[in-house]
């Protein structure tokens, strides 16, 4: 067998709550760079432009087609059809697979059957030598960087102030230091809000992003006296008011001190939950949309923090 080049990389699209564990692992194994868990965005979360970048990043896409909703997968696998990528399907089962994509490289097989994916999957891989786009000059020389190279370039959506730390919460309620931090990134704040009948909301946001389940619009309840892990009451009330205010995200801030950020994925919406300090820490240093997309993800793809 011919040596195939070391840059290829993969886009995977998968439904929400799909372990593809087994899947990056033998793309890893065959030299193929694949985002991990944490930087991988389940399917149909990013706006179109910001896919379609991706896709052109990507030399190939690997469309997972399991699980009770995959929609957002197909749009995708339509989109990087319509770039001209080159797609290998791994279908749960062939009910899943409609006439049009009987022409592409699929299997029908469990993301967790590591036996039938592997064999599969180097065959494909290595099919891709032979191909016009694989041994293009322009792919690879091309920079190939993953998501998360991507990510962690500077993005220019706020001027940044000189100050790298928080002020002093001193004197601040929490509310004050949440608006203070939410505008740190450049969000746009709505307070005190009504989202339904005898239903009000601490805050509506609309955050710098390309991702829709970031970007907002998102409500934000502030609870400064929470107690457990997870908070349960807040996060059902919370599901409340984004179910009465037809709004698919929130954020719930407490005054839990050290308190890890995570995310829940409840009847369809995104609720994240993280501290006061850690806000205030993340918006300071410019990492809060990066840290609410790698929780987001973790839980989209069912791993628990």
């Known amino acids: 067998m011919a040596e195939r080049p070391k840059k290829y990389i993969c886009y995977q699209s998968s439904p929400l709550q799909v372990d ?39 030399t190939f896409v690997v469309a997972v087609l399991s699980g009770p909703h995959p929609g957002p997968v197909l749009f995708e696998l339509g989109v990087a059809l319509g770039i001209g990528k080159s797609v290998f399907v791994v279908a749960a089962d062939r009910d899943r697979l409609a006439p049009s994509l009987l022409a592409l490289p699929y299997v029908v097989a469990s993301p967790a059957d590591g036996e039938t994916l592997s064999f599969h999957l180097e065959a494909f891989i290595a099919n891709l030598t032979n191909t016009p786009e694989a041994t293009s000059t322009s792919v690879l020389k091309r920079n190939l960087a993953t998501v998360a190279d991507e990510e962690r370039a500077p993005r220019p959506r706020a001027a940044p102030q000189k100050s790298k730390r928080p002020p002093s919460p001193d004197g601040l309620t929490a509310e004050t230091r949440v608006i203070t931090a939410f505008h740190r990134v450049g969000a746009t704040v709505s307070v005190g809000p009504e989202v339904g009948p005898d239903a009000r909301a601490d805050m509506i946001i609309w955050l710098p992003a390309d991702d829709l389940s970031i970007a907002g619009p998102a409500l934000v309840e502030v609870k400064t006296n929470l107690s457990g892990h997870p908070p349960q009451a807040a996060l059902q009330q919370t599901l409340s008011l984004l179910e009465k205010s037809h709004l698919r995200t929130g954020l719930i801030i407490t005054g839990q001190q050290g308190a890890r950020s995570s995310a829940y994925l409840l009847r369809g919406s995104y609720i994240y939950v993280l501290s006061v300090d850690e806000l205030e820490r993340l918006a300071f240093s410019g990492g809060l949309v990066r840290e609410l997309r790698r929780v987001r993800n973790k839980v989209a793809h069912g791993a628990v923090e």
């Not at 899947?23 to 030299?31: Q, T």
Request: no cysteine; proline share 5%; charged share 30%.
């Open 20 to 58: 593809t564990t087994v899947i990056r692992e033998i793309l890893r194994k065959a030299r193929v760079r694949v985002a991990s868990l944490e930087e991988l965005p389940p399917a149909g979360e990013l706006a179109t432009t910001k896919l379609i970048s991706q896709l052109h990043r990507s």
